[in-house]
């Protein structure tokens, strides 16, 4: 896998509640603390095997909500102190990497941080050490790099980013391209325009960037949440660490980095992409957990144990906590029993999923959620 690269801290933001994973995810145990894989590693264990090569132990941050902080320990036990912080509430994405990013600057002014969902799977991880390889290298040099994913299919699930021209001359990084800008999820006919051109990846949302570099952006575009996220981390080896973080936490601008920083940077030309290829997938509904799994019973996935199915028949995905399920005569089915739920529904729409944890919130069903 290659030695450590200098200097680099990966940031784990570990957050949301998986809605289209209803009913398995659920807020107090959400899609990032299970093993969605059926390989007896939760998807956040996945994210820090990978990284692990790359940074070591001591070169991996967590940031969690305060209801999963424990979890998140139990599951990562070499990450010790500051290494897993809990966030009060939740800001999306870029009070959440700022602030880990800010500290890790407190402690090393030199570093270059990169930042990785933890609820996303990765086949080919050597090909993924590549490509965190260049965007570092890439990032040395000052940009704000992103990992743009070779698109195999025109989805609409994601947001697209549009590369230019070439930065070879960078050294160690001879994949890089220049972003043009950074895409909304298009509807399917521009998502078919997008992928025959070939100059469009989607945006799984990875970061790299020299801490310092990060921060002066967010100086300059974001002021306000700035000035709230270094005076938590000047803050932090004070006895009024929590005090601070508990009063400025909440007025910290609620924004995903891709609005603070990505699309504002690239803009002006100060945002990189590496293209890889590395099997990537954001196991965003069942039909992506399904894709994910080898099936263990025909064309019938089984996440759970096997031997509680019966599926005659039938094509898609069964989810079982044990109680015996039978399924026959059923295509692209996907069936979800867990000990208080079950969910029927098929592949094709699995991304509405969300509308079912939308009604039960609306029935008053709190302890569904």
Do not use: C
């Amino acid at each position: 896998m290659g030695s450590h690269v200098p200097s680099l801290h990966a940031i784990i933001p570990a957050g949301g509640s998986g809605t289209r994973l209803w009913p398995v995810s659920r807020a107090g145990h959400p899609k990032f603390l299970l093993d969605l894989t059926g390989n007896g590693r939760t998807l956040l264990q996945q994210t820090y095997d990978r990284l692990l090569p790359l940074v070591g132990a001591e070169g991996i941050h967590v940031i969690t909500g305060v209801r999963h902080a424990d979890a998140v320990r139990r599951q990562l036990p070499d990450l010790s102190g500051d290494q897993v912080v809990a966030e009060p509430s939740p800001r999306d994405s870029m009070p959440a990497i700022a602030l880990m990013a800010a500290l890790v600057h407190r402690r090393d002014p030199d570093a270059v941080v990169a930042s990785f969902a933890s609820d996303h799977l990765v086949e080919d991880v050597a090909a993924f050490h590549d490509a965190v390889r260049q965007a570092t290298e890439a990032a040395l040099e000052g940009y704000v790099v992103t990992i743009g994913i070779e698109p195999d299919a025109p989805s609409t699930a994601y947001g697209y980013i549009e590369a230019g021209d070439s930065l070879s001359d960078i050294a160690g990084a001879p994949d890089a391209l220049a972003v043009r800008r950074f895409v909304e999820k298009p509807p399917v006919e521009v998502a078919e325009e997008y992928v025959g051109s070939g100059r469009y990846r989607w945006n799984a949302g990875m970061f790299v960037v020299r801490a310092g570099v990060l921060l002066d952006h967010l100086r300059r575009e974001q002021p306000r949440l700035y000035e709230g996220v270094v005076s938590i981390a000047d803050a932090w080896d004070r006895p009024d660490r929590d005090a601070v973080l508990e009063q400025t936490w909440p007025t910290l601008t609620k924004i995903a980095i891709d609005h603070a920083i990505a699309e504002p940077v690239a803009a002006s030309g100060g945002v990189a992409v590496v293209p890889a290829s590395f099997g990537w997938s954001d196991i965003g509904d069942f039909a992506a957990v399904a894709d994910a799994m080898q099936s263990s019973d025909g064309d019938v996935s089984v996440l759970g144990d096997p031997s509680a199915v019966a599926a005659v028949d039938t094509s898609g995905l069964v989810v079982t906590s044990g109680r015996t399920v039978s399924v026959i005569g059923l295509e692209d089915v996907v069936v979800v029993d867990t000990p208080d739920a079950v969910l029927v529904t098929t592949r094709a729409r699995a991304q509405e999923v969300k509308r079912l944890v939308d009604h039960w919130r609306g029935a008053g069903r709190e302890d569904l959620l």
